[in-house]
């Protein structure tokens, strides 16, 4: 099945930037799509991002929007969320995430967990005032 691995993140100061990756291995013809999620402690775990891997306009929630931004490296298999203007609340673990072969990203479907079939471990986003 398909891996994932995320990487990337650490603790800034709010108004610095980070760039998490998303590493995809195995057999990754099985995915077309790529989300982001974070879960901050408490809290149910929400969608930041999403994009197709084949291209399009990425999906951002409106709390990210204008702030982050998702690109891809298709040779390297990797999908990339770059978080600039970084606020205290954006503090939480981030997950990436893929569908399956038939993958739904209109509407709010990008956002929705159960869509997702395969998930990384994580990285911790911490940023402080």
């Known amino acids: 099945q398909v891996q994932l691995v995320e990487s990337g993140g650490g603790s800034v100061q709010a108004g610095g930037s980070l760039r998490l990756s998303c590493a995809a291995s195995g057999p990754t013809d099985m995915t077309s799509c790529i989300g982001w999620f974070r879960q901050a402690p408490g809290k149910e775990r929400e969608g930041v991002a999403a994009?197709?891997?084949?291209?399009?306009?990425?999906y951002y929630a409106d709390s990210v929007e204008g702030r982050f931004t998702v690109s891809q490296d298709n040779a390297k298999k990797t999908v990339y969320l770059k978080m600039n203007s970084l606020k205290p609340e954006d503090t939480a673990m981030y997950y990436c995430?893929?569908?399956?072969?038939?993958?739904?990203?209109?509407?709010?479907?990008?956002?929705?967990?159960?869509?997702?079939?395969?998930w990384g471990q994580g990285t911790q986003v911490t940023v402080s005032s």
């Open positions: 994009t197709y891997t084949g291209g399009g306009a990425p």
């Open positions: 995430a893929a569908q399956g072969v038939s993958c739904v990203l209109y509407g709010d479907n990008w956002s929705q967990t159960t869509r997702y079939n395969y």
